[in-house]
């Protein structure tokens, strides 16, 4: 029995490099050597980025950029306050109309629709829009909303941003629900509660952290889109309407024009609202992280 053990234990281990072949040994030393190099290379690009943005952002930080609307051509000053908030307000509407619609859909794939046809289809399409691009998203609400309207709105602005917004909360709440265990589900309609209020009362809670963390992931997606905006919101230097008719101004258009404007404060504001969204991204990003790491620890 002893020596089956140790046979059993001999197999199991690692082989040592000295009995594996040559051209093996140096295929893997090969591939680890370039893994490290384009990681290396990966994370220099993105420091040197990071380190770009601090610099430049810092220097055109100042109270003004938050307390003043946006200069106009060839005057000095102002700030990107405005446009602060009309990203706030556009991020917001479309993160609203959204997180229902995503959850939803979300909750059909893992709970009812499973492997029918009618789930296969929209996961296909959920893919789809998961890769499409959002300047195509833009065009298709600029067409939908903005010529019968007669004119930019905050409202297709945000309608625009909710499109993008919607596969990625489909696809973290199905991978959420999917993985509370099925006893959970079980135990519950044991006890004869309806499939409907097993999917809130339990599903929906063991699955709470992961669906939170799929839609600020969504909104960190869509705080910095550009391209849909032109063709929904587009801009303006003013504050926008309360209505939210016409241009309502935003920080991703807003740097995209002051950052290819000739003035020097245009650029400065420019770098200040680059800088001030990727840290709001960030922030996102790690209290994302932060939920999911409490969540696995209890």
Same mark, same amino acid.
């Given at each position: ?9 001999? /197999? &199991? /281990? %690692? ?21 490290? !190099?384009?990681? $290396?290379?990966?994370?220099?690009? !993105? ?6 943005? *601090?610099?430049? #952002?810092? =220097? ?7 307390? +003043?609307?946006? %200069?106009?051509?060839?005057?000095? #000053?102002?700030?990107? /306050? ?7 307000? !556009? ?6 109309? &959204?997180? %229902?619609?995503?959850? *939803? ?7 009812? #629709?499973?492997?029918?046809?009618? &789930? ?8 789809? $829009? ?19 309207? =007669? ?21 973290? @709440?199905?991978?959420?629900?999917? *993985? ?5 589900? +079980?135990?519950? /309609? ?19 952290? =992961? ?12 705080? =910095? ?36 404007? %000739?003035? +020097? ?9 680059? *800088?001030?969204? @990727?840290?709001?991204?960030?922030? !996102? ?14």
């Amino acid at each position: 029995m002893d020596t089956v053990v140790d046979n059993q234990a001999l /197999a &199991a /281990a %690692p082989a040592p490099w000295g009995r594996v072949r040559r051209s093996r040994y140096l295929a893997d030393r090969v591939l680890k050597i370039a893994c490290t !190099l384009f990681t $290396l290379l990966g994370a220099f690009v !993105l420091g040197w980025i990071l380190l770009m943005l *601090l610099y430049e #952002g810092i =220097g055109g930080l100042s109270p003004a950029v938050f307390t +003043e609307t946006t %200069p106009g051509p060839g005057t000095q #000053g102002g700030g990107i /306050a405005n446009a602060i908030v009309g990203s706030l307000v !556009l991020t917001t509407l479309g993160i609203v109309v &959204a997180t %229902p619609i995503g959850v *939803l859909a979300g909750t059909y794939l893992a709970e009812y #629709g499973k492997g029918s046809v009618l &789930a296969t289809v929209i996961r296909f399409v959920n893919d789809i $829009l998961l890769a499409a691009p959002s300047i195509l998203i833009g065009l298709f609400v600029y067409i939908l909303m903005v010529q019968p309207m =007669g004119g930019y709105s905050g409202w297709a602005g945000g309608v625009a941003l909710a499109i993008i917004a919607v596969p990625v909360i489909v696809r973290s @709440t199905e991978d959420m629900l999917r *993985l509370v265990p099925g006893s959970l589900r +079980e135990a519950g /309609a044991a006890l004869g509660a309806p499939m409907s209020k097993v999917i809130v009362m339990i599903s929906w809670k063991a699955a709470r952290a =992961g669906m939170v963390t799929g839609v600020i992931l969504a909104t960190a997606r869509i705080a =910095g889109e550009t391209a849909p905006l032109l063709f929904t919101a587009l801009n303006n230097n003013f504050w926008f309407s309360p209505t939210l008719m016409g241009g309502v101004s935003n920080l991703p258009v807003t740097i995209y024009q002051f950052a290819l404007a %000739p003035y +020097e404060n245009w650029r400065e504001l420019a770098w200040a609202g680059a *800088l001030i969204i @990727t840290m709001s991204i960030l922030a !996102l990003s790690v209290v994302a992280r932060l939920i999911l790491r409490k969540d696995r620890i209890r």
